[in-house]
């Protein structure tokens, strides 16, 4: 491998490795918190995974797929559910919103990320 591309290859991995510890101190954060409102662990088990029904749109095409697991799958959602959540004082929603921003954390960290139209393995972090 030249220099050039070494170099090349580092330009392209360190925004990936970057987005990945993001995802990590996200799910850090989230679970850290769950345990501080202490949640029910059982229910953060169970739940962690429902984001990706979201997927289920793909049964209908790449384009809907894209657009449904992206809503599953975008921060700002579950931010906003738990400060409404926080404002209104319902803790199950705070509690959702925090199994749901782990479950995204979770996601970057493993390297899954938003959605292309052209398929399911094109996201903005790779292709997977």
Not at 19 to 31: F, K
Not at 61 to 76: E, K, L, Q
Not at 81 to 107: C, E, F, N
């Amino acid at each position: 491998m030249t220099e050039q591309q070494t170099r090349n290859t580092i330009q392209r991995t360190l925004p990936d490795l970057i987005l990945r510890l993001e995802g990590l101190a996200v799910l850090i954060t989230a679970i850290t918190l769950y345990s501080h409102i202490s949640g029910d662990w059982l229910i953060f088990a169970l739940l962690l995974f429902t984001p990706d029904v979201a997927m289920l749109g793909y049964l209908f095409n790449a384009r809907i797929g894209a657009i449904t697991y992206n809503i599953g799958h975008f921060y700002a959602l579950p931010l906003a559910l738990g400060l409404i959540a926080l404002a209104g004082g319902w803790s199950t929603g705070v509690a959702l919103a925090l199994i749901w921003a782990a479950h995204i954390g979770l996601d970057r960290l493993l390297g899954f990320g938003l959605k292309y139209a052209d398929g399911f393995k094109s996201t903005h972090l790779e292709r997977v």
